[in-house]
């Protein structure tokens, strides 16, 4: 059974920084596209960056320059460097996962959703 596990998840100060890990269990990891999403209280579910195991990587806008999306597949774990947190950035912050390769951005081309870890950025 795929399982995504997301932790490091806290709060933390304007100008802070975190860095998120998610831990796969139940598929061929280094075969999965991986990508952080996030939501904040009444807003739609936001791609923030995507990475696969082909040399294909994307961060949004939004958050370009200040985080860093990477892979460690002898760890089945990826993470989010978060620096320069602001208070827009905070949000549940969610794992996903598809097979294959692939930078999208989009929550409905991802198969595997993890439960969360809660980022809260305070001035």
């Known amino acids: 059974q795929t399982q995504l596990v997301e932790s490091g998840g806290d709060s933390v100060q304007v100008g802070g920084s975190l860095k998120l890990s998610c831990a796969g269990f139940?598929?061929?990891?280094?075969?999965?596209?991986m990508a952080w999403f996030r939501q904040g209280p009444g807003e739609e579910r936001e791609g923030v960056a995507t990475?696969?195991?082909?040399?294909?990587?994307r961060t949004s806008n939004s958050v370009k320059g200040r985080f860093t999306i990477s892979l460690h597949n002898d760890k089945r774990t990826l993470y989010l460097q978060m620096n320069d947190l602001k208070p827009e950035d905070t949000g549940m912050y969610y794992c996903?996962?598809?097979?294959?390769?692939?930078?999208?951005?989009?929550?409905?081309?991802?198969?595997?959703w993890g439960q969360g870890t809660q980022v809260t950025v305070s001035s």
């Open positions: 996903a996962a598809n097979y294959g390769r692939g930078t999208s951005l989009l929550a409905e081309e991802y198969k595997h």
């Open positions: 139940g598929f061929t990891f280094h075969l999965y596209a």
């Open positions: 990475i696969d195991n082909y040399g294909n990587f």
